[in-house]
């Protein structure tokens, strides 16, 4: 008798054991994984495995391991465009390749809404280890504050409408601590205490606060090396993938002699050595940039690495200097959009902020470059003769004979 309840106790404690074991490892599966990196957090459908979990990507499994999701993010408010979800559709497709997957394609590219937000999505088509069964493989992203989080179920392509609802399952529930920011005010015109604004090219804009960490990086790149916000404006250009373009205008007071042709390839010369002195890379000499009232110095640094233009443009307050970074491949683009800021700045100084050139400035101009110019040196002797004349006329007049006055 006293066996009987041994055994029936003990088979009460593994059946008790058991049901905590698997009422824990649900509420394992089921909690809620937040990411600070994202500042979003993750809430699986029910009886999902969390298999990876850090605070900048994710991976779970489906309870039969049927259908998996992966998580992770790209820098930058990308805002989700047809262009833009064709851009990130190639981080899938690479991403599938990479795990061995072979005949990958994207199937459908757009944008829809979810929870009144505008997302962009992507169905791509692929075989398992390469010639194996056909699989499906959707995403989403989603634009959050300084980011754009990616989300993307897979599965064997008959198990498809159980990816499509588990990837719609966990895009609704995401919990996004930091939604994205309006972008709206920062496009359109930049400025700078210095004294100068300008009219942004399109696709450009100023950076919005939760990506001031990623700008103040780039900037640290040029030559500016930092954002004074008393002196600089800076504007970007996000893309889908990678870096974002980079323009960053600041006002430095150092005052240059008169440019023209006769003194530009002089002061070209202070110019380079000033700002390019010391680089590793050697640097071609300056552009000849002719701008209303003023002349610029317009700069391309070669680098393997990344497209670079510089430039300084003379004004009232100094000079301004002038850098845009860009990937290798949008050059073109990045010069287009350089040019057109340095033909489209308006300087708030009297006159359009003409260039103050000092007195000894002008002497020391007519010294180096015109001092044989005929149209400089003519009024200067001319101007020499008519004094020495007079010098001349007064000192040959005869003085008063002070003898034939009898007082």
Known sequence: MLSRIVIFMLGLIIVLGSSFYSLAGNAAQDEPYYMADVQATVNLPRGWKMLRWSDWDFKAESRDAAVRMRLFYTQMQVPPTVEAAKAWATLHVQHLKEQGAGDVQATNVGVAAVKGMP???????????????????????????????????????????????????????????????????????????????????????????????????????????????????VAVKPVPIGDPDLMVFCGVAWFLEPIDDYSFKAIEKQVHDKFFGTSPMPVDPAEKIALPGRTAFLYSPSSPEAAIRMAVTPYDKGIMVGWGLAQKDHESELDAAFRSVLIGTRYTGPNNGVQKIAFAQWISYIVQYRSTDPLVIGPILLFMACFIFLLFKLGARKPPNYDEFDL
Request: hydrophobic letters at 40%; charged letters at 25%.
């Open 119 to 233: 997302v962009a999505e992507m169905d791509l088509s692929f075989h398992f280890n390469g010639d194996g069964p056909k699989g499906f493989y959707r995403a989403m992203a989603i634009p959050g504050a300084g980011k754009v989080i990616h989300v993307a179920t897979f599965s064997l392509a008959r198990r498809e409408g159980q990816a499509r609802k588990a990837l719609d399952y966990i895009v609704e529930n995401l919990d996004i601590a930091k939604p994205a920011e309006p972008l709206d005010a920062l496009a359109g015109k930049a400025s700078s205490p210095a004294g100068f604004e300008v009219s942004l090219p399109d696709g450009w804009r100023g950076y919005a606060p939760s990506e001031t960490a990623l700008v103040n990086t780039l900037v640290s790149k040029t030559g500016q090396g930092k954002i004074d916000p008393e002196r600089c404006w």
